[in-house]
């Protein structure tokens, strides 16, 4: 997956037991540790030590930020306009995991922001742990490096999200996806839906990077090229996803079928550039990927039925909240009007 993936939710403290409230600690002494590495973009704009490549991804954000609010109707408020540092190549790592013949997420879920279907950590240690023990327990689990993640709004009084290094050095066309799709988190989230959430900012990323990119005919060039190679590992992925979800209908010894799993997942074809994803493939990733994609067309289409504006789409979504997750796939499947 294009290393588009958006991560934890912060929860609450009033997390029980001693498990969650070791996560709720290092997830609010992570995100603090983010905010206090953060200063506003003027800042960095203004001190000459600021590397010229940085200062003009900082100069294009700010663009960005007014686009999302003026043409996009998304939030208009503190984040995005300050930047850190954090001297690592992910804002966080989520365990992710699903069973071992099956692709339902497994769910951590949270007073506030309800259940989602990862848990983020902000040491690489601490989420290799937790996989461990999620497969000891006989779950398929894997770390997925996350470049940025969302907030909801909460901490719009310390400042809001800030720009990280780890993604604002991204072609444009995909550095604004990156900014559309976590602003889309604040502007429309359901509890205990990922694969809603997921989609809805997915779709928010590549409807609104092409309008950012209009009358940008290079920078739209290459962002249409990536996500077309991105579309024929999405194929491939499905595809196998296809393939084990047959297998693990079939009733077989289980010996067998863990045996036939495997050859599966070794045989798969990988494109070019996603050498890495099928290697290490298995059921977690690949039910990841189907909360952040499988509902994106449904959107696609929800969107162009409201005429492709923006105000009316957004509250198209928001009105679909209060429906069971299985209504709100019915209603994006159909073409009636919303």
Known sequence: MAAVLTGVLLGSAALV?????????QAVSGHLGVLRAARPVDEWLGDPATPPRLAERLRLTQQMRRFATERLALPDNSSYTRYADL???AAVWNAVAAPEFGFTLKTWCYPLMGCAGYRGYFHLAAARAEVEALRQAGWDAQVIPVPAYSTLGWSGWLGGDPLLNTFVQREEGELAAQLFHELAHQKVYVADDTGFNEAYASAVELLSARQWLAGKPEALAAFEAGRAQRENFLAQA?????RLGALYALDLPLAEKRARKQALLRSAQAPSGY????AAANNANLALLGAYEDLVPGFVRLFERCGSDWPRFHAAVAALAPLSP?????RLASDAAP
């Open 238 to 242: 499905r595809a196998l996803r296809d």
């Open 87 to 89: 001297g690592r190549n």
């Open 326 to 330: 299985t209504e709100r796939r019915a």
């Open 275 to 278: 050498e890495r994803w099928f």
């Open 17 to 25: 037991g001693c498990a969650n409230l070791s996560h709720w600690s």
